[in-house]
């Protein structure tokens, strides 16, 4: 498989997570919407349709859209990201740059479907959280240990996924997802998944949206750095104690 396809697997795949992902997020937050206040267990179910849709849609490169997947396997000692994808720097590279590039057309295509709404809306915290994730409760140390042990939850099962004879497959990703969301998303939202938080908040940054106010990047390294630790401690754990 020539890295061009895997790039344009993971890019679509990304970004019809972000699309589902903030399109729920718009449709419970955002002024006037059929879905408003409809809460976080819709915010969820959102997601994990999200995660089983994108996870179709790039099955050619494994599905990974996630970083944090794709490092992850690469500290679990694997091969191969995909059948006929071998693990190298250039892979890499295009796994990551395709997954980051397709979070920020998902925002964008989220603010595309909800214009109107965004534009009704005045409350920057709501305009900024269809994007991004934001703690509860601010305290960056204890927001990245909800982080690192969330999507090392994510990595570490999904790794396990290769390992068992199920065939639900992306069906067993959205659940896993909705579970994380359920039982581990309250302190930050659950970002578990650097390009998921940081793709969308560029979104928010450059696109024309009234009344919003910052992007938050003080708090934007946590959503990144946290799932990164997680999914590369999963691979390293995965790789001594079970594969």
Not at 34 to 58: Q, T
Not at 154 to 161: E, K, M, Q, S
Request: aromatic letters at 10%; proline letters at 6%.
């Amino acid at each position: 498989m020539s890295l061009g396809t895997v790039f344009v697997s993971e890019l679509a795949g990304t970004a019809i997570l972000l699309l589902f992902g903030c399109g729920v997020v718009a449709n419970v937050a955002l002024n006037k919407t059929k879905g408003l206040n409809g809460g976080f267990l819709l915010v969820n179910f959102g997601w994990a349709i999200g995660v089983f849709s994108g996870v179709y849609v790039a099955y050619r490169s494994g599905g990974h859209i996630n970083p944090a997947v794709t490092l992850g396997l690469l500290a679990s000692g694997v091969e191969e990201y995909a059948p006929n994808v071998d693990v190298s720097l250039a892979s890499t590279a295009v796994y990551l740059s395709a997954q980051f590039l397709g979070a920020f057309l998902g925002g964008v295509l989220t603010w595309a479907s909800y214009k109107k709404h965004f534009d009704d809306t005045t409350e920057p915290e709501a305009l900024l959280g269809v994007f991004s994730t934001g703690p509860a409760i601010r305290s960056p140390l204890w927001n990245t240990v909800t982080e690192v042990i969330g999507t090392f939850v994510l990595v570490f099962v999904i790794l396990t996924f290769g390992q068992t004879p199920s065939g639900l497959g992306p069906l067993a990703a959205a659940l896993l997802v909705l579970g994380i969301g359920n039982s581990l998303g309250g302190p930050t939202g659950y970002a578990i998944n650097p390009a998921r938080d940081l793709g969308p908040r560029v979104a928010h940054a450059v696109l024309p949206i009234p009344h919003k106010g910052s992007s938050d990047w003080s708090y934007s390294w946590v959503p990144v750095a946290g799932p990164i630790i997680g999914g590369v401690l999963a691979g390293l754990v995965g790789n001594a104690f079970v594969f």
